[in-house]
């Protein structure tokens, strides 16, 4: 079955960068979208990205222009850029899998989860 683990985040000033990454094992035959997504303390889990098995991209309008969803092809890890990270980019980021083409950027429709990774940006 499908594994994933998060990497990557920390603390970090307002307007710098983290790059997340997250290593997946037991891929398969079978075609798979993938997705990062974060929650606060006080929110719902949120979509942040999404990259569908073909490589389309797919970002929440809060990160757009921000963050680049990516994945290395020969290792199948999957990474998040964040640049000109502000306050409001706090949460524990969560990469997500799902058997499929097209990614969607609903949390319920991703079948499998890491265990999330903590990036603190403060005020």
């Known amino acids: 079955d499908l594994q994933l683990t998060e990497s990557g985040g920390g603390m970090v000033q307002v307007g710098g960068s983290l790059r997340l990454s997250c290593a997946a094992t037991g891929y398969g035959t079978r075609a798979w979208y993938m997705g990062w997504f974060r929650q606060s303390l006080r929110e719902e889990r949120e979509a942040v990205a999404a990259l569908d098995s073909d490589g389309g991209e797919k970002y929440a309008d809060s990160v757009k222009g921000r963050f680049t969803i990516s994945k290395d092809a020969a290792s199948g890890t999957l990474y998040l850029q964040m640049n000109d990270l502000i306050p409001d980019d706090t949460a524990m980021y969560y990469c997500?899998?799902?058997?499929?083409?097209?990614?969607?950027?609903?949390?319920?429709?991703?079948?499998?989860w890491g265990r999330g990774t903590q990036v603190t940006v403060p005020p």
């Open positions: 997500a899998a799902a058997p499929g083409l097209y990614a969607s950027l609903r949390a319920n429709r991703f079948t499998h």
